[in-house]
Nanobody, 124 residues
Framework: QVQLVESGGGLVQAGGSLRLSCAAS????????VGWFRQAPGKGREFVAA????????IYGDSVKGRFTISRDNAKNTVYLQMNGLKPEDTAVYFC?????????????????WGQGTQVTVSS
């Protein structure tokens, strides 16, 4: 089992930045792909970014390309999502997820373990 805890969410003005953290316990993240997804009120879960276990491959959703960066610190067993240039439409609950197969994926169903999420609210 993998336990994931997201943190770093909050309220920020449009154009601002936040860095989300996803801390894992129970497994070493370096062996697994990790993804970030988000869910806005009344909408389905949307892919944001993902990285392979080594960090050698990263992929991003079209709506966040050029603004968000996924990274990982395997020594801390933590994956980060740096969010710059935030927009009101980025408002959502952000979830991190781990895939036991070490291939980054955009598909929600590819991931095996999920955190509880952290709220990000961007005011205009």
């Amino acid at each position: 089992q993998v336990q994931l805890v997201e943190s770093g969410g909050g309220l920020v003005q449009a154009g601002g930045s936040l860095r989300l953290s996803c801390a894992a316990s129970g497994r070493t993240l370096s062996s697994y792909a990790v993804g970030w997804f988000r869910q806005a009120p009344g909408k389905g879960r949307e892919f944001v970014a993902a990285t392979s276990g080594s960090g050698g491959r990263t992929i991003y959703g079209d709506s966040v390309k050029g603004r968000f960066t996924i990274s990982r610190d395997n020594a801390k067993n933590t994956v980060y999502l740096q969010m710059n240039g935030l927009k009101p439409e980025d408002t959502a609950v952000y979830f991190c997820a781990v895939r036991e197969l070490n291939i980054a994926s955009t598909r929600e169903r590819s991931y095996d373990y999920w955190g509880q999420g952290t709220q990000v609210t961007v005011s205009s």
